[in-house]
């Protein structure tokens, strides 16, 4: 999906890291709890494809983000572009892990509209790719920004209280990133409120990596440690893999087919 | 009593004395039957040991060698390598600083680069260079054959290797640890370090704590057990005593940081809750623990620096340092003090301030020690007729910044100056002056002073001038300032600073000096590699210098002597004359040694080294299977251990004497040591 | 061998000047520097400082005499001996015993002194360590907590008669000359470090433990202080200042930070609010009398009334405070406060109330 051309032509500016793949929303087609896979052997197999598709697409960002020699040998290199073959040998190890976005180019983009309006039958919707998943520095910010702005006061530490819990396996309404992100900036029934316009973008899709990480959807390696407090339970680099279960809210919200 | 009598008495003592003495002393005895070199076949032992010692050519011999001269090159040659490298990390963050609100690095990067400079210079350049020139230089000072474990050694070499690998490739993955040297938590805990950067430090701690330890652990027994006969403890050269007294506090100092770094690394991997306050651990904990370490360090580092001064003072001031036994003493006495004040570098911490006081004291006292020193190097300067070569201009250097280094060190002590100075550039000038000055001078001078008995060729005396020069003078343009800019409030780490601060002339002449600075070590990577190709061929002494290293041929041959030396002072060349005698009788088929006893180095044993092996490389490869992966998987250290298991198995299997050499295995295997005392001076009858 | 020694002394007179510049006026001005002291603490650090620094002087100055003198000296030695025996290189293993003992007094001698001189040193940093941590008038209650945060200073007056009056302020400290002022120290994430200069050397705050520290400032001004534990990225913007102002100025400025935020006046501020309500902001920020309650970010309140925005790093102007509150990320890679897109009128609307409030 990147090919050598792409990470040449990027060394030349090398921090004008184009957000490409800014996981847009599949706009216009149902994600309420629709329902995953026909059976559950399916569900399995798409599962593991998902993994899989999901560790070609890390391997394949890692090309990408600044890593520091690069960015310093691009900095002070009259010909940058000529050590790119070079250094894209020693960058296949993946550090997106490590990217640090601070003015990501999607966050200020005007805020995702849905509508669960779709002409003709709903296509199947690839998962989304959620970028903030990848770096481990987003996805501790998406751990504070739970605890401070409060996520915890309904959801307990993901443990559930007033709201329904995020560690176990079960997804309401979907376990796609994109379906947290509606989650989130939308609200739904029952007393999740809407955060539209409220919390800026980025910062919204850093709450969603977190989110699904509560529950080891996300590898161990990007996934948050714990923090000084104290731990209600295993941090999320520990948690099993649970699920996901797109349980859906109940058999009357669900969507006609 | 009449003076009659007194006379008479001391007469008596002095008689009895000397008999004990020829009794005692071995090399006295020996030097009543004289052993006649003459009638030892010296041109065929020396083939013999050739063949017996040779390391082999080739990709495998170079994996395998366990001579301790080639493994120390490495070492040298490996962390030069991460100098360069560290400084240039150093290079751009001056550069960054040039101006206020400069933008050649954003705070992401810069703060890497400034923990990957810290790193590098303490972890995997200073003391590994240190321990380098010592496994080098002491078997050859002290007349042996090679190191006590050489397996061990090269095992330690391959660890450090690996550790500096594993941290430069994190770095250039954009991996690289960016919580400071230090790695305070909890800045450094899984809370606010996300990612595997922090890890990746703390793992590479390991590595070169391995490589330190082990190399800490062969230069004590090496010293303690394999020193020519004659060479008593009270005529061990300043060099050996610096590389001893640095090894033992090694070996009390490094398991602190190994303790600290794996806290750190089980806190951010495993949910531990050793330094998380809401769990009663304690993040101030961690600074204890590192500091207990990292004060030691300096000395660490610093102290084999004084034994370079100390054999460069002696040589070019044509005459014996005065005061041996007080600089002894005082490395001693540094050693033990320097575990007693890590709390200063804590001072700003909420500490009771008694116990701050205790530390004030120790701190100050320490300047003692030191002072000593340099005043009895500066007394053997006044009493001897120097020779001004390039050595002694860095002992120079050394002297003029170290004490200015050590003076604001014990500024550094008092509780309400380091309160405002702390964490400013008034410490980053500070400890410049004291380990630049203290250490690296030392070391360039010693590479002048070494390089022609490790390449057996002369360096460039008008170069090294000019390297001298223009590292003086621009380490000072660097550095002074910046004990100006740390009155001034500028605080340590920080990525930029704003134009109202009024920092930025300062600033930028410590840029402008960096440049300086950088000009001398360029000039030196020049004059190495021209001296290596072209240099004037040193001979055995160039010097006419007092150590024992210089007996035997530049470059030295494998087996550093084809008789070991015996001893009869502490200038061991100076003070021998022609037919001193010499061991003989060890054998020339094997790879044996001499062992001796600890205090008066009397002959003990015969001892065989074993040779070339393979297996420390695969043990190091088994350790680095445990701690690389081991930052993302606790599982890791199982398959380590297992691993590593495996191959200490081969290890321990492998038959060390037969050098697992192709070809050797047909000769029938040497008898086995006498492990019983030999006759005291057997080895020195043959001749007779 | 001329052009050799020749070096040394010019390196001499360079480093002399060197150091002669440390103690030259100009060194002394600064509103973030050690050596301009505003308070008894400062003044008393400054003294010391001086007494450390003229005899480290002298010492330095005398070690680099003896060692030039000895160098000049065996040198010397080396070209007479070389005329006269033309067997320089011979090592002297049995040195002159009289040169010896003279050798043995002068090391013993300095020796001793340095010895004294560390002990003078070891008292006095006695004395003024005592001092600074011993108020001379314990009668004012006033008491600041300060808590250190990435990458700001929250800044709460505490008043232990009447809870009323305590209020959350960020980045600027007021306090009353002449009065010394108790600061509680905390910081809820990592190691900070507080430290004003001009006033009285640091205090680290360490996450789970609390800290005092008391401050006094003898003549008002505007002293810089700045974080001085590495905390992480934007470590280098983490400032604050604390303005000495004398009582009455200070009580005034005290009661007008107890009021709740004026109510916006004119159109264009009052529609800010709107924005500002509708907008992230009221995620992390607080102002008192509004709705905007949370505590993540500093109180703005008055954020009208202070000097500078994100902890000291921008004049509090209008331009800068737009480009803070657009794209902060520009401004301070990695702060907390995350990029806003609003449209231009809402952005000035926003910026009328924010600097309304006084």
């Known amino acids: 999906m990147r090919d050598e051309k792409a990470v040449g032509s990027r060394s030349q500016e090398p921090e004008a890291r184009s957000q490409n793949e800014t996981p847009a929303l599949p706009t216009g087609r149902p994600v309420i709890?629709?329902?995953?896979?026909?059976?559950?052997?399916?569900?399995?197999?798409?599962?593991?494809?998902?993994?899989?598709?999901?560790?070609?697409?890390?391997?394949?960002?890692?090309?990408?983000?600044?890593?520091?020699?690069?960015?310093l040998l691009a900095r002070f290199s009259p010909r940058p572009s000529a050590l790119s073959p070079l250094l894209l040998l020693l960058l296949l190890g993946g550090c997106a892990r490590e990217r640090r976005e601070f003015r990501p180019q999607g966050a200020q983009g005007p805020p995702v509209a849905q509508s669960e309006l779709t002409p003709g039958a709903p296509a199947p919707t690839p998962p989304t790719r959620n970028q903030a998943e990848e770096s481990a520095y987003d996805l501790n910010e998406g751990k504070r920004l739970f605890q401070q702005y409060?996520?915890?006061?309904?959801?307990?530490?993901?443990?559930?209280?007033?709201?329904?819990?995020?560690?176990?396996?079960?997804?309401?309404?979907?376990?796609?990133?994109?379906?947290?992100?509606?989650?989130?900036?939308?609200?739904?029934?029952?007393?999740?409120?809407?955060?539209?316009q409220k919390i800026p973008n980025g910062q919204v899709w850093q709450l969603v990596g977190y989110v699904r990480s509560l529950s080891g959807q996300l590898p161990k390696d990007v996934s948050p440690t714990r923090d000084d407090h104290m731990s209600a339970h295993p941090s999320e680099q520990r948690s099993q893999q649970r699920g996901p279960v797109n349980s859906g809210p109940s058999k009357s919200e669900e969507m006609p087919r | 009593m009449s003076a009659a009598e007194t006379e008479e008495a001391a007469r008596a003592a002095e008689a009895r004395r000397a008999e004990t003495e020829l009794a005692r002393n071995p090399d006295l005895a020996a030097r009543k039957v004289r052993a006649d070199r003459r009638e030892l076949d010296e041109a065929a032992d020396r083939r013999a040991l050739e063949r017996t010692w040779a390391s082999g050519r080739g990709l495998w011999a170079w994996l395998t060698t366990t001579n301790h001269k080639d493994i120390s090159a490495r070492y040298i040659i490996t962390a030069f390598v991460f100098f360069l490298l560290g400084g240039v990390e150093a290079a751009v963050m001056r550069l960054q600083l040039a101006r206020p609100e400069n933008g050649v690095l954003g705070p992401d990067l810069y703060n890497q680069v400034f923990t990957m400079h810290g790193t590098t210079m303490m972890f995997l350049f200073a003391v590994p260079i240190m321990e380098g020139i010592g496994l080098y230089l002491v078997p050859l000072m002290i007349g042996t054959r090679n190191v006590a474990f050489p397996r061990m050694n090269a095992y330690g070499y391959f660890a450090y290797l690996f550790g500096g690998l594993f941290l430069y490739v994190s770095f250039f993955l954009h991996t690289g640890p960016d919580a400071g040297w230090f790695a305070y938590v909890p800045l450094s805990g899984p809370g606010y370090s996300p990612g595997k950067r922090v890890d990746v430090w703390a793992q590479m701690i390991t590595f070169t704590e391995i490589a330190a330890l082990v190399g800490a652990i062969e230069i004590v027994v090496t010293v303690f057990k394999q020193r020519a006969p004659g060479m008593t403890l009270n005529r061990v050269p300043l060099f050996v005593w610096t590389q001893v007294i640095s090894s033992f506090m090694i070996i009390f100092g490094m398991p602190a940081v190994m303790l600290a770094s794996s806290f750190l690394a089980s806190d951010r991997l495993i949910d531990t809750h050793f330094f998380n306050p809401a769990e009663g651990g304690d993040a101030l904990l961690y600074q204890h623990v590192f500091w207990f370490f990292g004060h030691p360090e300096v000395y660490i580092i610093f102290l084999p620096a004084?034994?370079?001064?100390?054999?460069?003072?002696?040589?070019?001031?044509?005459?014996?340092?005065?005061?041996?036994?007080?600089?002894?003493?005082?490395?001693?006495?540094?050693?033990?003090?320097?575990?007693?004040?890590?709390?200063?570098?804590?001072?700003?911490?909420?500490?009771?301030?008694?116990?701050?006081?205790?530390?004030?004291?120790?701190?100050?006292?320490?300047?003692?020690?030191?002072?000593?020193?340099?005043?009895?190097?500066?007394?053997?300067?006044?009493?001897?007729?120097?020779?001004?070569?390039?050595?002694?201009?860095?002992?120079?250097?050394?002297?003029?910044?170290?004490?200015?280094?050590?003076?604001?060190?014990?500024?550094?002590?008092?509780?309400?100056l380091d309160l405002q100075v702390h964490d400013t550039y008034f410490v980053v000038a500070h400890f410049h002056y004291v380990l630049i000055g203290g250490a690296v001078f030392p070391l360039f001078g010693a590479f002048?002073?070494?390089?022609?008995?490790?390449?057996?060729?002369?360096?460039?005396?008008?170069?090294?001038?000019?390297?001298?020069?223009?590292?003086?003078?621009?380490?000072?343009?660097?550095?002074?300032?910046?004990?100006?800019?740390?009155?001034?409030?500028?605080?340590?780490?920080?990525?930029?600073?704003?134009?109202?601060?009024?920092?930025?002339?300062?600033?930028?002449?410590?840029?402008?000096?960096?440049?300086?600075?950088?000009?001398?070590?360029?000039?030196?990577?020049?004059?190495?590699?021209?001296?290596?190709?072209?240099g004037e061929v040193a001979g055995d002494n160039p010097w006419h210098a007092p150590g024992l290293e210089w007996a035997t041929a530049s470059p030295p041959p494998a087996y550093n002597f084809v008789y070991l030396p015996t001893v009869q002072g502490r200038y061991a060349v100076w003070e021998s004359d022609a037919d001193a005698p010499v061991v003989v009788g060890l054998k020339t088929d094997c790879?044996?040694?001499?062992?001796?006893?600890?205090?008066?180095?009397?002959?003990?044993?015969?001892?065989?080294?074993?040779?070339?092996?393979?297996?420390?490389?695969?043990?190091?490869?088994?350790?680095?299977?445990?701690?690389?992966p081991g930052i993302f998987t606790p599982w890791a250290f199982a398959v380590?251990?297992?691993?590593?298991?495996?191959?200490?198995?081969?290890?321990?299997?492998?038959?060390?004497?037969?050098?697992?050499?192709?070809?050797?295995?047909?000769?029938?295997a040497p008898p086995a040591p006498q492990l019983e005392p030999t006759p005291r001076a057997r080895p020195l009858e043959e001749g007779a | 061998m001329r052009r050799a020694r020749a070096p040394l002394c010019p390196t001499l007179a360079r480093l002399g000047a060197a150091l002669a510049c440390v103690s030259a006026a100009a060194c002394r001005r600064g509103m973030q520097s050690a050596l301009d002291p505003a308070g008894p603490q400062a003044r008393r650090i400054e003294n010391l400082w001086w007494l450390f620094f003229y005899v480290c002087a002298a010492v330095f100055v005398l070690v680099m005499v003896w060692t030039l003198a000895a160098v000049y000296r065996a040198r010397v030695r080396r070209r007479e001996t070389a005329t006269a025996l033309d067997v320089t290189d011979e090592p002297e293993l049995a040195p002159a015993p009289q040169t010896e003992r003279a050798l043995r007094n002068v090391v013993v001698g300095a020796t001793a002194l340095t010895v004294v001189i560390l002990f003078v040193f070891l008292v006095a940093s006695f004395v003024t360590g005592r001092a600074l941590w011993e108020p001379a008038d314990r009668t004012n209650q006033?008491?600041?907590?300060?808590?250190?945060?990435?990458?700001?200073?929250?800044?709460?007056?505490?008043?232990?008669?009447?809870?009323?009056?305590?209020?959350?302020?960020?980045?600027?400290?007021?306090?009353?000359?002449?009065?010394?002022?108790?600061?509680?120290?905390?910081?809820?994430?990592?190691?900070?470090?507080?430290?004003?200069?001009?006033?009285?050397?640091?205090?680290?705050?360490?996450?789970?433990?609390?800290?005092?520290?008391?401050?006094?400032?003898?003549?008002?001004?505007?002293?810089?202080?700045?974080?001085?534990?590495?905390?992480?990225?934007?470590?280098?913007?983490?400032?604050?200042?604390?303005?000495?102002?004398?009582?009455?100025?200070?009580?005034?400025?005290?009661?007008?930070?107890?009021?709740?935020?004026?109510?916006?006046?004119?159109?264009?501020?009052?529609r800010g609010q709107q924005v500002f309500m509708n907008a992230p902001c009221v995620m992390c920020h607080t102002i008192r009398g509004t709705q905007a309650g949370s505590g993540i970010g500093p109180d703005l309140t008055h954020v009208g009334s202070r000097t500078t925005i994100a902890a000291g790093t921008l004049p509090n102007e209008r331009g800068h405070l737009a480009n803070w509150v657009a794209d902060a990320q520009s401004v301070k890679p990695g702060s907390r406060m995350p990029p806003n897109s609003l449209s231009p009128e809402d952005l000035q609307a926003l910026l009328d109330y924010l600097q309304s409030l006084q």
């Open chain 1, 33 to 71: 709890g629709r329902p995953v896979g026909e059976a559950g052997v399916s569900a399995a197999a798409s599962s593991t494809v998902r993994r899989l598709a999901s560790g070609f697409r890390r391997l394949a960002s890692s090309f990408c983000p600044l890593p520091s020699a690069y960015c």
């Open chain 1, 150 to 196: 409060n996520c915890s006061g309904c959801h307990a530490q993901g443990g559930g209280g007033m709201g329904p819990p995020l560690m176990d396996d079960k997804w309401l309404y979907g376990s796609d990133p994109a379906n947290v992100f509606q989650t989130v900036v939308e609200g739904r029934p029952n007393g999740m409120p809407s955060f539209r």
């Open chain 2, 306 to 416: 004084l034994g370079f001064v100390s054999a460069i003072v002696a040589a070019f001031a044509r005459r014996k340092v005065f005061g041996y036994t007080a600089m002894v003493l005082s490395l001693i006495a540094t050693a033990f003090l320097g575990f007693g004040l890590w709390v200063h570098h804590m001072f700003a911490t909420p500490l009771p301030q008694l116990g701050q006081s205790f530390f004030t004291g120790a701190s100050m006292m320490i300047a003692i020690p030191s002072g000593v020193q340099i005043f009895c190097w500066l007394a053997t300067l006044w009493g001897g007729k120097l020779r001004l070569k390039t050595p002694l201009l860095f002992v120079l250097g050394f002297v003029a910044i170290f004490t200015l280094g050590g003076l604001t060190g014990v500024m550094l002590a008092a509780v309400p």
């Open chain 2, 448 to 534: 002048y002073y070494w390089a022609p008995k490790f390449m057996g060729r002369m360096l460039s005396e008008r170069a090294g001038r000019w390297n001298f020069w223009l590292m003086f003078v621009g380490f000072n343009l660097v550095f002074f300032p910046m004990h100006q800019l740390g009155l001034k409030g500028m605080p340590r780490r920080v990525y930029t600073y704003l134009p109202e601060t009024g920092w930025g002339d300062l600033n930028l002449l410590a840029s402008l000096g960096a440049l300086l600075l950088t000009a001398g070590v360029a000039v030196f990577l020049g004059n190495y590699l021209w001296a290596r190709r072209a």
């Open chain 2, 591 to 628: 790879r044996e040694v001499l062992v001796t006893h600890v205090l008066d180095a009397a002959p003990g044993h015969r001892y065989q080294l074993p040779g070339p092996s393979i297996w420390p490389l695969l043990v190091a490869l088994a350790t680095a299977a445990a701690f690389a």
């Open chain 2, 640 to 668: 380590g251990a297992v691993l590593a298991f495996l191959a200490l198995f081969g290890w321990f299997w492998s038959d060390p004497k037969s050098g697992n050499e192709p070809g050797r295995a047909a000769q029938p």
């Open chain 3, 142 to 270: 006033l008491t600041v907590e300060v808590t250190g945060q990435q990458w700001w200073w929250k800044v709460r007056y505490l008043d232990a008669a009447n809870a009323q009056n305590v209020f959350t302020t960020a980045n600027e400290i007021h306090i009353p000359t002449n009065t010394p002022v108790t600061f509680k120290l905390q910081a809820p994430d990592v190691i900070h470090s507080f430290w004003v200069p001009n006033l009285m050397g640091k205090k680290d705050l360490i996450p789970g433990q609390i800290a005092y520290l008391w401050l006094q400032a003898d003549r008002p001004g505007t002293y810089r202080g700045q974080c001085a534990e590495y905390c992480g990225m934007q470590h280098a913007h983490m400032a604050f200042y604390v303005v000495a102002e004398p009582p009455e100025q200070f009580a005034a400025w005290l009661t007008r930070q107890r009021m709740a935020a004026a109510q916006p006046a004119s159109a264009s501020a009052q």
